[in-house]
């Protein structure tokens, strides 16, 4: 496979290099791996920019339904619009057998949406990098904006959060015990918490929630990154369509200040050293993964297990015989 | 300073050995660190085994004064107790300064107990170091009882459950919903729930505070290193000394019965890989903050920042010109 071309198919907007190439970042293979950063590099200078949504919301939010309404509601404005989504826990069912495709009908047949259903992979730090890197092609291909939703288990929050520039959190409505359940640090990352279901029977609980989310986001200190009133809190009916519009309105709102105001820029050039950093920390440990090191590992732990070597000792052993120290 | 004197004073008891041993581990210049791991092998091979108990209390539960009454009451037994502190916030604010031991006046002049305040020191690998050799150390030397105790923040807590043979925590009587105020990993590592304050006022809270862990705790799925009924929540009253003995006949029996099933030292063993395996990572993250890498990273990251490279190739450049792969 000629990378070049392929890498001309992507910036020509065709669906099935787009999908290739996913496979290829999403792929263990080594020689995939070296494919996959030769793309990468041969796409590098376009001046594409996509706005890459962090969407974050636990099962029984209704985020299929909200991207659903949310996306065709994009491309009803001419909008291309790509879903990217990080689920940890579909490493565990296999991935999604039957695919996102099927929670989101009608959005995976529109010509202007690109779906791509979450990687069965193990590691989080996987994921993160294919997350990453598959937003970077759509981003190529000519995306206006990518959604990046996961189901928030885990660090996979903080992941979406730090590879967004705009990090959302869709939640149902709930009484006042349930605020603790949205986890301080998420909290802080939140630019804008769409309480959802704002329909029906559930109307008045999810104004109640949303001003309840208003009053905690007030006592956060606001961020340098932040206009005045921003992080809010809104309703939304994903349902009903209703509150889309504001919504998006919203974030468009705070889009265009922060690329006025510098940040946005400062922000993708802060997520890339972040990036960077945990490639670094994660190649160094992939080194205790191979031999020699992983039998002088075996090796020292079973002593150090016995009593017969302090974990000190044999950490500075095995860093100075085998790592190069 | 010969190391081989140092330790046969130690093993031999001597007070002010160590305590120079204790400033010797917790020292951050190479050639002590040369000279403390060269004591910890002189040391092996003694077979005086401590009772480590981890307790980790928020500040406002009566730490000190249970330490306080709980160590009397031992040292009281003919037990000798040592008592080392981690507190990861006294980093900020220079250590403590005037010293636990007048947090701990009748304790710290009992000719039975040693109290090592909490260092000075920013990164909580640095500290879990010190604190496993120190206790270490305090084996070596004899005493029977070791206290590790932590305020708590941040990860000290999950550090401090690593390197004990039993975790205690202390909590104060509390409504209702507080009861989410202990993080779940942490409810999950604790051996026994101690409710201090059972007295006057609180006494009430305090049982119902009790009743409540006690039914959280059935909640959580049995360890095999658990006999029937443990973990176990229970009331006490260090300020009137009530509840410590009948506390300390229940580790007694869970000690007693971890040693004969085997759990005991499995438990030390798994304890030792784990800190084998964090020293190894630090070291190799050290490496990433020396030269010529440093110089490397700070250039790489210009670059990732400014979008001219990818993380990925940037880590891999670094990896593979400057740390060997």
């Known amino acids: 496979?000629?990378?070049?071309?392929?890498a001309a198919r992507i910036l020509a907007g065709e669906r099935r290099a787009l999908s290739r190439a996913i496979t290829l970042v999403e792929s263990g293979r080594a020689d995939h791996r070296r494919q996959a950063m030769a793309l990468l590099e041969?796409?590098?200078?376009?001046?594409?920019?996509?706005?890459?949504?962090g969407l974050s919301g636990t099962p029984g939010v209704g985020k299929s339904t909200f991207i659903e309404a949310f996306g065709l509601m994009l491309t009803g404005q001419g909008l291309r619009v790509a879903v990217l989504a990080v689920d940890p826990s579909s490493a565990r069912s296999g991935g999604s057998i039957l695919g996102d495709k099927t929670r989101m009908e009608r959005l995976s047949r529109d010509p202007h949406a690109f779906i791509?259903?979450?990687?069965?992979q193990s590691q989080l730090g996987g994921v993160a990098r294919r997350t990453r890197e598959a937003a970077d092609l759509c981003e190529a291909a000519g995306f206006d904006v990518i959604l990046i939703e996961t189901v928030g288990v885990g660090q996979s929050e903080t992941m979406v959060a730090e590879m967004s520039d705009l990090f959302i959190l869709l939640l149902a409505p709930?009484?006042?015990d349930e605020l603790q359940g949205v986890k301080r640090g998420i909290m802080?990352?939140?630019?804008l918490i769409l309480v959802n279901k704002a329909d029906g029977d559930l109307k008045?609980?999810?104004t109640r929630t949303c001003a309840d989310y208003a009053g905690a986001l007030r006592l956060l200190r606001r961020r340098a990154q932040d206009p005045q009133g921003f992080p809010k809190a809104m309703t939304v009916s994903a349902l009903e369509q209703a509150?889309?519009?504001?919504?998006?309105?919203e974030m468009q709102a705070l889009t265009d200040w922060r690329r006025a105001e510098g940040h946005f820029a400062a922000r993708r050039a802060a997520q890339a050293r972040h990036w960077f950093e945990a490639e670094l920390r994660e190649g160094l440990l992939a080194r205790l993964r191979r031999e020699p090191v992983k039998s002088a590992l075996v090796d020292l732990a079973a002593r150090v297990e016995a009593g017969d070597l302090s974990p000190a000792l044999a950490a500075e052993d095995l860093l100075r015989r085998h790592l190069g120290e």
């Not at 496979?1 to 392929?6: A, E």
């Not at 041969?42 to 949504?53: E, P």
């Not at 791509?116 to 069965?120: D, K, L």
């Not at 509150?243 to 309105?249: D, K, N, R």
């Open 1 to 6: 496979m000629d990378m070049d071309d392929l």
């Open 42 to 53: 041969a796409l590098r200078g376009h001046d594409r920019t996509a706005l890459r949504i």
């Open 116 to 120: 791509r259903p979450s990687p069965a």
């Open 174 to 176: 709930a009484g006042g």
């Open 188 to 191: 802080e990352s939140a630019d």
């Open 204 to 206: 008045p609980a999810a």
């Open 243 to 249: 509150g889309l519009q504001t919504a998006w309105a």
